[in-house]
């Protein structure tokens, strides 16, 4: 839970989704918002650092959202919008060349950054150099090392060239350092600012009081305008009761990324919102598809159409997640709107098996040559939500006429030997997404781990099709998003038609929030909750 801004920059294209019991929404009363406060943010964990990129941990992802800027960033429907950049760059506005080779960011003019130094063009030269110093403890480097130079032509204009294509050019320079602090510093790991930094973000940083908050103040000379808040407590509650408690006496008035297990409890509190937003993580089985079972797609179809995934999300996972279709969010720009997730139908499933040449057995399972129509569900001990899906699973498949045996296994033996040398029938876990929808570590043949490739890839099905490796291979090389969109449109197709994995739900995010707080639009992306923490106040009493 503490960790990684970038395992989550796996991150998907996400917006804010209903919530459930009595909290359904954020209210959107017809009231007007205060000028001044202060927000108290509770967070179970302190950051090690207050420079973004030298940490993994979430906290620090947070806080860094108040100090600092990027050249863009996602806001809460998925979208790219300009930051420190004064437009998204485009082939259409000339931002990016034909072969996607050359970025090229326009930047707003007159930002300062929180000591009155002037923000330039420099300052992003540097923030790549310094990425790039391998004696600096940056925590993320992929898409900077296929940068070849940046060229700045004047106080305000930024040219990126690229090695090679990078479709996730986006992702990069969602922090700009200072030039004029750091260039000099002998050891940039060791400096005093990560501890007190200096941003050109909505916030300047005030005080850190270790083990209790971290305070900020509103950033006057901010380039979009003075926040509506005056100042922002980081409040560290190391214990979730506590954390409870304080939200119901008014201590916090926002609470993010609630355990699944504490949800009724917050939800029982009238004075706050209970809001859910689309993770980043998406639950699915996979199918060995070298297992002779698995090779008739009608009998990976009967499976498909016999788990309800609806009624899993509802009841065991009390609506902290909604069903996948696919492999992409429907709040990525990648979705296919057209498609819808399967419902269960066991009489389809059940005619699939027959047209199979199966046939079901007097104590209602499959039988097809002697072989009864029974495989084994791998998944990680100790998750008990995971082990009360795969239970659920185990039921609903029964009910079509197919026997599951459940079999948790330790973590590291899972993820380290199971999956990776693919020794499994069925294997239920999840994947983090990223903010870019390319996943053809997850679906090209030549990812399917083997002995010949030293087991490297993620094709744990071992899904084999031409023309899904030629999607993935034109999904990477096309520049122009409105083409990528309508190959990674074919692939869902293709894994709903195939069947090489069973999608059953993205986890949700769950966050509370005191009712008179305006503006919350929680954000499943790399920005974070609080990616428009300028727009935060509170409502009129």
Not at 416 to 433: C, I, T
Request: aromatic share 10%; with cysteine; proline share 5%.
């Amino acid at each position: 839970m503490r960790r990684a801004f970038f395992l989550i920059l796996v991150i998907l294209c996400l917006m804010v989704v209903s919530g459930c019991g009595k909290n359904d929404k954020i209210p959107n009363p017809v009231k007007e918002i205060q000028s001044g406060g202060q927000l108290r943010l509770g967070s179970l964990y302190e950051p090690n650092t207050l420079n973004p990129l030298l940490s993994d941990f979430l906290s620090v992802a947070e806080v860094g959202r108040l100090i600092f800027s990027g050249l863009t960033i996602m806001n809460d429907k998925g979208e790219w919008i300009a930051d420190l950049a004064s437009e998204v760059p485009t082939i259409q506005n000339g931002g990016v060349s034909r072969d996607g080779l050359v970025i090229t960011y326009k930047l707003k003019q007159g930002i300062t950054w929180h000591d009155g130094a002037p923000f330039t063009a420099e300052d992003v030269k540097f923030t790549w150099q310094m990425i790039n110093n391998r004696t600096i403890n940056i925590v993320q480097r992929d898409g900077y090392d296929k940068i070849t130079a940046i060229e700045t032509p004047d106080p305000y204009t930024v040219v990126i060239k690229f090695r090679e294509y990078y479709a996730p050019h986006l992702t990069l320079f969602n922090v700009i350092m200072p030039k004029h602090l750091l260039a000099g510093v002998d050891d940039i790991n060791k400096a005093a600012f990560n501890r007190a930094p200096i941003g050109t973000g909505p916030f300047k940083f005030k005080e850190w009081r270790l083990a209790e908050a971290i305070v900020f103040e509103a950033n006057h000379s901010y380039f979009r305008g003075k926040p509506r808040l005056d100042s922002v407590i980081y409040k560290i509650v190391p214990d979730s009761s506590i954390m409870l408690s304080q939200l119901k006496a008014g201590g916090v008035d926002i609470v993010n990324d609630i355990n699944f297990t504490q949800l009724d409890q917050f939800n029982a509190v009238e004075e706050i919102n209970v809001v859910m937003t689309p993770g980043v993580i998406w639950e699915h089985l996979d199918l060995n598809l070298d297992n002779p079972l698995f090779q008739d797609v009608r009998v990976r179809q009967a499976i498909l159409f016999g788990i309800d995934r609806q009624f899993i999300v509802e009841n065991v996972l009390k609506n902290a997640a909604s069903p996948a279709v696919a492999d992409q969010s429907p709040l990525s720009w990648a979705y296919n709107p057209a498609l819808t997730v399967p419902a269960r139908d066991v009489d389809r499933a059940r005619e699939l098996l027959i047209q199979a040449g199966w046939q079901q057995g007097t104590d209602g399972i499959f039988i097809k040559n002697g072989r009864r129509l029974t495989f084994s569900l791998v998944t990680t001990a100790g998750n008990k939500v995971r082990e009360a899906v795969a239970q659920m699973i185990l039921q609903q498949l029964r009910e079509v006429g197919i026997a599951v045996e459940v079999r948790p296994l330790d973590p590291k033996m899972f993820f380290d030997d199971v999956l990776k040398r693919r020794q499994f029938e069925v294997a239920m876990y999840g994947w983090v997404s990223g903010v870019d929808p390319d996943h053809s570590g997850l679906w090209h043949s030549k990812n399917i781990p083997s002995s010949l490739n030293g087991y490297n890839g993620q094709n744990y099905p071992g899904w084999r099709n031409a023309e899904i490796d030629s999607l993935t291979e034109a999904g990477n090389r096309a520049v122009d998003i409105e083409t990528r969109k309508h190959q990674y449109y074919r692939i869902q197709e293709l894994i709903i038609q195939e069947s090489p994995v069973i999608p059953l739900y993205f986890k949700a995010n769950i966050d509370a929030v005191k009712k008179n707080v305006a503006n919350y639009r929680p954000n499943s992306s790399p920005a974070g909750n609080l990616w428009n923490a300028w727009e935060l106040g509170f409502y009129e009493k």
